[in-house]
């Protein structure tokens, strides 16, 4: 109830920092993570019990006059997730951010309460004024967050396009809350509920939402910020932007599509569909061949939505075709990868912070070995690592199972055959991506943390300070849990479509699902179990047998083996690259630097680009036209006051004329 | 609770009476290698005197390596194992822990720790079997996604259990047999076989599986054989059950497979690596058919 207003207080203490003394900056910061730790943690609470114990009441209800304050269940699904975030990534910077120390780490604090705030605002704010004005406080104080390093000059032009793109979100945003209000009583969503929009401007209210929330969330071809915006901003940031942020962007449209717009509309779902499949795909393709560490991880947040979004196409899909029974696996699937991808990537962005802390690099190619020098780190980022190649026991294939299974029921229903063209399109490209998330994630993890050094600069790593471990181990934590028990999140989640038919899907044996016909089963509890009998006869197998090991270095065929010849990052990622070259559209530059001899040690560079199709085939020409079409405007653009009188007299003129002569 | 227990334990039974065979099958495929090939051959059996021999010899490890190069062998094993215990078979009861999506996770678990071991040794080899393995898994990865799909749409479900051919009905069409030869090719992929990759060379322009495991020796070698030759006989369990319309006992149906899989290893080359696309893109294709005529 009044938990979530004061913890909207307790955000608003923790901004007092930006105005707290210098001399105490340390101080300063570790209030603002206290208070954001506190009123997170009350969020949290606040959501989990109202999902848990249903009342049939609202968790938030208030008013101002027309101001409104409202959550139901499918805010609380989101709060809890910001909640959760909120806690363990504001642990984690209590060690984290402490690198920001005369950096404005004031700021950076206040910021981080503001930024928290807003979000909650957003979930909880019930009508469109109110949605407007949290979401764009949220643009900006993110905005001011990614900028924080506005030394940097990438840093600063990473920040300014992802003020550019999210504007453009908000006005597309801001024309399909006028279209839904205009036809409606009022602003509040109670009213918008009712709207009697019809017709091509619901198509119309429809494109605009879709098109401002899939530009917030990072769906191909709007995604071009994020690879951006994750990499320049700092590491804790990173983590709630991409965990938290971008299923914010999922409630929106959520929202739109449950309240305002309805899904009766067939295509409607098809769009968010088809768009979420592309993204997938082409988002951990890009990811496999980036070489940042953390530009790697905002390409496969470009994945993870796109898994989520054709999760919730699905479902959009399923509801137009009157499956309203069925439909519920779908959404029930799209918000438990949403809650899973905000633990796995807001821990996978704790531990690229850890390694930019440790290293001084983002860059893998540097790194290797590190699992010696950084244990736990090491273990984390396995289990973070495992839950976004969605492999069992974690997490990811909770979210995973029920996506397929909810596309399998679609293949099932579906009677026409450009409907099963479109399910067989969904397969191939949920395959491509679960195969190659896999690949990217042992790349990514084999370069960094396994083999040798590659450079010097991992002799100076070491492990992280305890809070930034004891964050990054309790987001392990519960990947590990969600994933070996998931129907306690299962059945929370599900019960939240109870609107649309009540189905049971979280059982103490696992998650069974069995719709219309259908039946599947996936009981991770009891798979666990096994393995760790297993594994424990296994290991005693080995030690009780005797195990002889020897060392030795690896047989080089007579040399001694240099780190260098371990295969690279983007070696590895080569077979792919060739692959699908036509999309990636590499370009190579082989240089011979021929300093000492003609054939002997000669020295080579190899320089490597992929462009972003989309920003070569779609940014560049908008921006271009744009040039153009302002160079027309700059020859009547002149500058001098006069030339301006003049268009004005000759404006009086044209009216007079206008007037005499009607 | 009952049932669940009986049913958990026929298909640890199963699990453990493919492990037994694993071997004689990967015998069976070389012996019939052989003999096309006008070679006497090693005995069929020669596979469980190697993986003795290897489990009886001393591992070396580099120096480079962490603890994920000795969890490797261990996670492979322990995934073919529990793949076989989850394949519709022989033993197989009502209750399953999971289903084909969960049997095709499985599988991949086994080979994200395989491929993260190949990059723990430091070496050039094993980051080459990697890279090629992800290369060879992404595409294979649709193709067993849309083979899932086919006998899920015909039998409404995605347990293994209930998408094994039901004789009972119209089993030998068109859908059937070309999901069927569409799943032979992904499976000679899958397992590292002719024309994908060649298990017997150490070539390094050719090794795949093999240079994944080239850094390996002693225990941990048996286990990834072991694991290997069961990951074969798996998939040759899978085929008959749930791909092969022709209504033969399962066993008959796996020896038969096992002599085909000598055939067409002796009568191919292996491929250019990026060849590859092309030949799982064929898969692809006439599992799109078999869907549509379904």
Not at chain 2, 176 to 205: G, K, Q, W, Y
Request: glycine residues 8%.
């Amino acid at each position: 109830m009044d938990f979530m207003l004061i913890s909207l207080l307790i955000y608003l203490v923790g901004t007092v920092t930006i105005v707290w003394p210098k001399r105490t900056e340390l101080a300063a910061h570790y209030f603002g993570m206290i208070c954001s730790v506190v009123a997170s943690g009350l969020v949290a609470y606040s959501a989990l019990m109202y999902l848990l114990f249903p009342s049939g009441s609202w968790l938030v209800d208030t008013y101002w006059g027309s101001y409104s304050l409202q959550a139901d269940a499918w805010s609380s699904a989101f709060l809890l997730l910001t909640g959760v975030a909120g806690v363990i990534i504001s642990i984690y910077a209590m060690d984290y951010a402490r690198g920001y120390l005369g950096h404005r780490i004031r700021l950076l604090s206040g910021l981080w309460n503001l930024f928290l705030l807003s979000i909650v605002a957003v979930l909880i704010s019930g009508d469109a004024f109110t949605f407007i004005v949290s979401w764009e406080i949220m643009a900006l104080v993110s905005f001011l967050l990614v900028n924080h390093e506005a030394g940097k000059k990438k840093t600063v032009s990473a920040a300014y396009q992802y003020m550019v793109m999210t504007h453009i979100g908000t006005a597309a945003i801001m024309v399909a809350f006028y279209l839904i209000g205009s036809h409606s009583l009022s602003f509040s969503f109670g009213d918008m509920a009712n709207n009697n929009l019809n017709g091509f401007m619901k198509d119309v209210a429809f494109l605009c939402a879709f098109l401002g929330f899939a530009l917030k969330s990072g769906l191909m071809p709007l995604h071009i910020w994020l690879p951006n915006a994750h990499p320049a901003a700092p590491s804790h940031v990173s983590a709630l932007m991409s965990g938290v942020m971008l299923k914010v962007a999922l409630y929106g449209f959520g929202r739109f599509a449950f309240q305002f717009i309805g899904m009766d509309v067939f295509w409607h779902g098809l769009i968010v569909m088809v768009i979420g499949l592309i993204s997938a795909f082409l988002g951990v393709l890009y990811a496999t061949m980036e070489v940042d560490m953390k530009r790697i991880l905002a390409y496969s947040s470009v994945e993870n939505m796109g898994i989520i979004f054709s999760a919730f196409g699905c479902g959009m899909v399923l509801y137009a075709m009157q499956l309203h029974s069925i439909c519920v696996i779908a959404f029930t699937a799209a918000l438990v990868h949403a809650v899973s991808h905000s633990l796995m990537k807001g821990l996978l962005f704790m531990s690229a912070g850890s390694v930019m802390h440790a290293t001084g690099s983002k860059n893998i190619e540097l790194m290797g070995g590190l699992i010696k020098k950084m244990p736990y780190t090491a273990l984390f980022t396995l289990i973070g690592s495992m839950s976004l190649s969605s492999l069992p026991f974690t997490s990811g294939l909770v979210g995973e199972w029920l996506t397929l299974q909810s596309f399998i029921t679609l293949a099932q229903q579906a009677g026409n055959p450009e409907l099963r063209l479109l399910v067989i399109f969904a397969f191939v490209m949920l395959g491509l991506t679960g195969a190659t998330a896999l690949g990217c994630f042992v790349r990514m993890y084999g370069t960094a943390f396994l083999g040798r050094a590659r450079s010097n600069i991992v002799d100076k790593a070491h492990e992280m300070p305890v809070f930034m471990l004891v964050g990054m181990g309790l987001e392990a934590v519960l990947i590990v849990a969600i994933g070996v028990m998931p129907d306690i999140l299962v059945n929370i989640m599900q019960q939240i479509f109870s609107g649309f038919a009540v189905v049971s899907m979280g059982t103490p044996l696992g998650i069974i699902w069995g719709g219309s016909g259908h039946y599947a089963i996936y009981s991770p509890g009891i798979i666990f179990a096994v393995f760790v009998l297993m594994g424990l006869f296994m290991v005693a197998a080995l030690y009780r047998s005797g195990t002889f090991v020897r060392k030795d270095v690896t047989w080089n065929c007579g040399t001694v083996p240099t780190s260098r010849q371990q295969y690279s990052a983007t070696g590895f990622s080569k077979p792919l690259r060739r692959a699908f070259e036509d999309i990636l559209t590499p370009k190579r530059r082989l240089t011979y630097l021929r300093k000492e001899h003609a054939y002997f040690g000669r020295k080579l560079r190899y320089d490597l680009e992929i462009p972003d199709l989309f920003n070569d085939k779609l940014y560049k020409p908008i921006q271009q036209l744009m040039i153009n079409y302002s160079s027309a405007f700059h020859r009547v653009q002149e500058g001098s006051v006069s030339i301006y009188i003049g268009y004005t007299m000759i404006a009086m003129i044209v009216v007079l004329i206008w007037g005499v002569l009607l | 609770m009952e049932t669940l227990m009986t049913s958990l334990g026929l298909n640890l039974v199963q699990g453990l009476l493919l492990l037994v065979f694993a071997p004689l099958v990967a015998g069976i495929i070389n012996k019939t290698k052989a003999f096309l090939q006008k070679r006497k051959g090693a005995s069929i059996f020669q596979e469980y005197f190697d993986i003795c021999k290897w489990w009886k010899k001393a591992t070396v490890l580099t120096p480079y390596t962490s603890v994920i190069f000795v969890l490797a062998p261990v996670v492979y094993f322990m995934t073919s194992l529990f793949a076989a215990t989850m394949v519709p078979g022989f033993l197989t009861g009502q209750f399953s822990v999971g289903d084909a999506f969960v049997f095709v996770y499985i599988l991949a678990l086994g080979r994200f720790f395989m491929t993260l071991s190949s990059m723990d040794a430091a070496t050039s080899f094993g980051g080459m079997g990697g890279s090629r393995e992800v290369y060879i898994s992404v595409l294979v990865e649709p193709a067993i996604m849309l083979a899932i799909l086919i006998n899920s749409i015909r039998y409404h479900s995605t347990t293994l259990s209930s998408m094994v051919i039901d004789y009972d009905g119209a089993y030998f069409t068109i859908s059937a047999v070309l999901a069927c030869i569409a799943f032979f090719l992904v499976m000679l992929a899958e397992n590292s076989r002719l024309p994908v990759d060649n298990p017997d060379t150490h070539l390094e322009l050719t090794m795949i599986h093999e240079g994944m495991t080239l850094e390996y020796s002693g225990k941990l070698l048996s286990l990834i054989h072991l694991g290997s030759f069961l990951k074969i006989i798996v998939f040759l369990t899978m085929f008959g059950a749930l791909y092969v319309p022709i209504n033969i006992p399962l066993a008959v149906k796996i020896l038969l497979g096992a002599i085909i899989i000598g055939i067409v290893e002796t009568l191919n080359n292996k491929m250019r690596l990026f060849k590859v696309r092309v030949y799982l893109g064929a898969a692809l294709v006439l599992l799109l058919l078999a869907i549509i005529a379904e």
